[in-house]
């Protein structure tokens, strides 16, 4: 499992961590089922604290991606879990608001970020 953590993005490391978690699991790069390190190994690996391990994964059981069997590891769930509806709309304008934020730090218009953001959709849905 491939993961970069960005110091300079303005999302914190947990959330950096839940988002690619999340998407590999939802594009199929971790497929169902899959073993993920132990969150000390993982957390070492990427040189975090175990507490921002542990806080990536607790949302991400929350939100059906993973599940956790005790001391025999956390898995890839065999089927995402459905996030409510206000929840998602919730989650949707807080991830629109961090890449507007980019987006403006970097200078880009409004037309080119949107263009960016249609291609990185159109990417993860064509996989």
């Known amino acids: 499992m491939i993961l970069h953590l960005d ?6 490391s ?10 590999m699991a939802a594009t199929g790069v971790l ?7 132990s969150i ?9 604290a175990t507490a921002t391990v542990a806080r990536a994964f607790r949302e991400l ?7 956790t069997r005790g001391r025999h590891g956390t898995y ?4 995402s879990g459905s996030v409510p509806a206000v929840d998602a709309e919730q ?4 991830a629109a608001q961090v890449f507007a934020v980019q987006a403006r730090q970097l200078g880009v218009d409004a037309t080119r970020a949107l263009q960016q ?7 993860v849905a064509g996989r």
């Open 40 to 48: 000390r190994q993982l957390a070492r690996d990427l040189g975090l």
């Open 31 to 37: 497929p169902p089922l899959t073993r993920l390190p």
């Open 76 to 79: 890839v769930c065999e089927a």
């Open 117 to 123: 953001a249609r291609l990185a959709l159109e990417a």
């Open 7 to 12: 110091p300079a993005s303005p999302l914190p």
């Open 14 to 23: 947990y959330e950096q961590l839940r988002a690619q978690i999340a998407t």
């Open 61 to 67: 059981e929350r939100d059906g991606v993973i599940e």
């Open 91 to 94: 989650r949707l304008a807080e």
